[in-house]
């Protein structure tokens, strides 16, 4: 049920908006997050439903299609992505207002400190994820000689070197919001 409240307080969260826009590069670094995470998910998708991907000896029989391995790369991917997509929320309103969808919080303006502390940590836990990911060389580097070679290994690093971005993307944005919504409250 959307009351006069709700509707007051959604019109009051788009004036602010209107008020102090996102700057635009602000949004295109936002955007760009998903798309920066999407081959890595591709390349995993790949994997899940059996199309070869170039891994051999154990890591190929670790790695087969089966209803458990595919489950669980599915839903790595699903839950990589939803995260990656929950930056642009930096960008838009209902990242600062609860849309009018969600019952008994509907139109209530989100404090910024919980949307900035958990987007920072995420920030500095991906940052440290993917550096990780990276540190001993590429991808296909860590799997030894069982990981791809050639042309597959050459794939595999082009599909992950772009989730070095997700980190000081979602960093950059984070304070982009922050600066936005405490000048929008002065």
């Known amino acids: 049920m959307v009351t006069g409240n709700t509707l007051s307080a959604n019109a009051n969260a788009n004036a602010d908006i209107a008020a102090n826009p996102v700057p635009r590069w602000a949004n295109r670094m936002a955007h760009a997050v998903p798309l920066a995470v999407l081959p890595s998910g591709l390349w995993r998708m790949a994997m899940a439903v059996g199309i070869p991907v170039g891994f051999s000896g154990q890591l ?44 008994l919080l509907s139109g209530r303006r989100i404090p910024t400190w919980a949307v900035v502390i958990p987007a920072t940590l995420g920030a500095a836990a991906v940052t440290a994820l993917s550096l990780r990911m990276f540190w001993g060389g590429t991808p296909a580097d860590v799997g030894g000689s069982e990981a791809p070679h050639g042309a597959a290994a050459w794939i595999m690093n082009a599909c992950y070197v772009p989730m070095l971005l997700w980190g000081p993307l979602l960093a950059v944005v984070t304070i982009a919001y922050c600066v936005r919504r405490r000048s929008a409250s002065a």
């Open 60 to 103: 190929a029989k670790d790695w087969q299609p089966g209803l458990e391995t595919s489950t669980y790369i599915t839903l790595l991917t699903l839950i990589t992505e939803g995260l990656a997509l929950l930056t642009i929320g930096l960008v838009r309103p209902w990242g600062e207002t609860v849309p009018r969808w969600i019952p």
